[in-house]
């Protein structure tokens, strides 16, 4: 490390007011914003985010929260201007910063993908050797053909990636994919898939010990956030015959709790099921004798 890198660091870190809790960057407007910041709420985190102030104390969890442009919250929390930061993994792998990932949070599912314009007769990747593709991602494209061993070219573009190719910039483009109206509606179709992506809750990699803390209370928080998110909340009346049956298709967090019933022969089963197979249980308890099934959400839930 050279003198002059060494002073902007110094330099850097006293330009940072001290603070005692954490401080956790998220996007200020655009596709995350709303998401991000409803998971902090979801984590009991109370704070004010209206108007136009750049960053926000939570009022009840030692919490600073810092509203910033996407692209430069990977620079921010690998230097310790911000100790967290809600992102796409896109933007990480992107800016190619030292952060660590901690966290899938399971929204702003999309893909980054190359695409070419539809009436080309892409015949593999080899198609690209010698072409340009446009893209606001050049280091993943870079790494991704460099990695296949294909010889294109990259054009930097900030943002319409999908008019490159018309307006010939570019042969090919790599942006985001969601459903793929945007390529459709741009004459554009998808041929590879370059990195899945979701958002990330990232970390700087030499938290303190007592930032560690928070940050384990932190996640300790979004886990039962989450966990709720995937379950549902079962409460049933079954005939005392065929509770061993019905608790077989409830397996819960350990086992169904077993209540009688004011009439005789009958209990109540509290249980928790995956959302994933929720319709399949109920078919199997309605046909296991199951009556006045109740199903609701479930607001926390801690393993
Ligand atoms: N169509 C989509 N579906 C799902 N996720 C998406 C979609 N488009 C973008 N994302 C995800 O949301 C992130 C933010 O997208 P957005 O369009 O708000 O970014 P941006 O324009 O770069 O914002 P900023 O102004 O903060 O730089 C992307 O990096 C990606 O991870
Ligand atoms: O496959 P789709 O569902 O069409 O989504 C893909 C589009 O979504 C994003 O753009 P966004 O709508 O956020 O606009 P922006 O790029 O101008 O921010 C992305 O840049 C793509 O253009
Ligand atoms: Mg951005």
């Known amino acids: 490390m050279n003198k002059d890198t060494n002073s902007n660091e110094v330099n850097n870190k006293k330009q940072i007011p001290a603070f005692a809790g954490i401080r956790i960057a998220v996007q200020k407007s655009g596709r995350l914003s709303d998401k991000s910041l409803q998971l902090l709420k979801d984590c009991g985190i109370k704070f004010d985010n209206g108007g136009r102030k750049l960053s926000t104390q939570a009022k009840n969890f030692p919490m600073e929260i810092l509203f910033l442009r996407d692209d430069d919250i990977p620079q921010y929390v690998a230097n310790g201007v911000a100790d967290l930061g809600i992102l796409g993994l896109n933007e990480v792998e992107e800016k190619d910063q030292e952060v660590d990932v901690i966290k899938q949070l399971g929204f702003a599912g999309c893909r980054l993908s190359l695409a070419v314009q539809k009436d080309v007769n892409y015949t ?67 041929v590879e898939t370059v990195m899945y992506s979701e958002a990330v809750l990232i970390s700087n990699p030499n938290l303190s010990v007592e930032k560690k803390e928070i940050l384990d209370k932190l996640t300790f928080r979004i886990d039962a956030v989450q966990n709720a998110q995937k379950s549902k909340y079962i409460l049933l009346n079954a005939p005392n015959d065929k509770i061993e049956e019905i608790s077989a298709l409830l397996p819960g967090m350990k086992s169904p709790t077993v209540l009688p019933l004011a009439e005789n022969g009958w209990s109540s089963l509290h249980s928790v099921i995956e959302e994933n197979d929720f319709w399949n249980v109920i078919d199997q308890l309605k046909d296991a004798g199951a009556q006045g099934i109740l ?9």
């Open 295 to 303: 199903v609701s959400p479930i607001e926390k839930l801690i393993a």
């Open 124 to 190: 593999g990747l080899e198609w690209f050797n010698g072409k340009k593709v446009a893209s606001s991602y050049t280091t993943i494209v870079k790494k991704f053909f460099a990695d296949k061993g294909i010889n294109a070219t990259t054009e930097e573009i900030g943002g319409s990636v999908e008019i490159a190719p018309g307006i010939g910039l570019a042969e090919g483009i790599c942006d985001i994919v969601s459903t793929g109206s945007t390529l459709i509606m741009n004459g554009l179709k998808e």
